[in-house]
């Protein structure tokens, strides 16, 4: 395996901070940007909404390779901070496209299941290209512009990058907060006695972070210019949302007593099936570990992060 210089922006969230462990440990030397400041090595305060900051990151480091995490999550955050959403998602990936073309690296752009909007069937990476989706939130419409700034800037400046599409990922340093997804929204309020509710009806698959980090790290070593691919765990690990419910509170020791159950909520998908052909195919996607081992493990961080 080749040794690559690599920046993650995002590198202090969710899934960056996974992906920057994964990435090192493979050998590569790593960098890492985010919005906070940090005494930590080969890391650069940097806001990708800014750019005289993006300006400054590029003249003082060459990258062989960039995976674009930094971004505003979720739906509910889109609306209630829709100016951070839109300046970080869009214009941030524009920024970072036009040094792309200035710098010459590779890009790894992570966009989000999200874009797949309305659509009902099997969520394969081609449905975006032969059918009009309507894409249901603001957050969905800015990963759905970003994949369309990307694919526009290979087309006229022949730009080398790849997008990757993740789906509900959890586990280890995914921090609440009341915007982001179920999981550490139900382990958090299970473990502090607080009222959540579950809506009947939802299924997803969920991805354990550790298992689709392996699998983005793999990008480097397979790199396919203008491919998008679908990243998550297994279809056999689909499940009602109330089952991962049900998990949450079996391993934190609680009852549903504080639980509200509703029937389906407004505006999202019911249920998401999604095709994982091409990860495994080109990148070796191979998930192994289902929401009954990544459940528990998810708790005991959360856990350990309020000395419970």
């Known amino acids: 395996m080749e040794t690559e210089r690599i920046l993650v922006s995002g590198g202090k969230g969710f899934i960056g901070t996974n992906l920057v ?4 440990d493979r050998g590569h030397e790593v960098w890492s940007c985010d919005l906070m400041n940090s005494g930590l090595d080969n890391y650069v305060r940097c806001d990708v909404s800014r750019y005289r900051q993006m300006q400054e990151l590029f003249a003082e480091h060459d990258f062989d390779y960039v995976y674009h995490l930094a971004a505003e999550y979720g739906r509910w955050n889109g609306e209630d901070y829709y100016e951070n959403l839109w300046l970080t998602n869009v214009v941030g990936t524009k ?6 073309q200035k710098k010459g690296f590779r890009l790894i ?5 999200e874009v797949y909007g309305d659509y009902e069937g099997v969520m394969s990476e081609n449905v975006m290209d032969d059918i009009a989706i309507k894409q249901m939130n603001d957050y969905a419409m800015t990963k759905w512009v970003n994949e369309l700034q990307v694919i526009n800037s290979m087309g006229m400046f022949a730009t080398e990058s790849v997008i990757v599409r993740p789906v509900n990922a959890y586990g280890p340093h995914e921090h609440y907060t009341p915007y982001r997804g179920v999981i550490p929204k139900f382990i958090y309020n299970a473990l502090m006695d607080r009222p959540y509710t579950v809506y009947r009806g939802h299924k997803r698959i969920f991805d354990y972070v550790e298992d689709t980090c392996r699998t983005f790290a793999n990008i480097v070593d397979n790199f396919k210019p203008g491919e998008a691919y679908n990243v998550g765990g297994s279809p056999r690990w689909e499940c009602d949302i109330k089952h991962i419910s049900d998990l949450i ?4 020791g609680k009852d549903d007593s504080n639980v509200t159950y509703k029937e389906a909520e407004p505006f999202t998908t019911r249920v998401k099936r999604m095709d994982f052909t091409k990860a495994v195919r080109d990148l070796n996607h191979n998930p192994e570990i289902p929401p009954d081992k990544g459940i528990p493990k998810t708790v005991k961080w959360f856990k350990e992060q309020h000395n419970l």
Do not use: C, V
């Open 109 to 113: 752009h992570f966009s989000s299941a």
């Open 249 to 252: 509170l079996k391993e934190t």
């Open 21 to 24: 462990k994964e990435l090192r």
């Open 95 to 100: 920024h970072m496209l036009h040094f792309q």
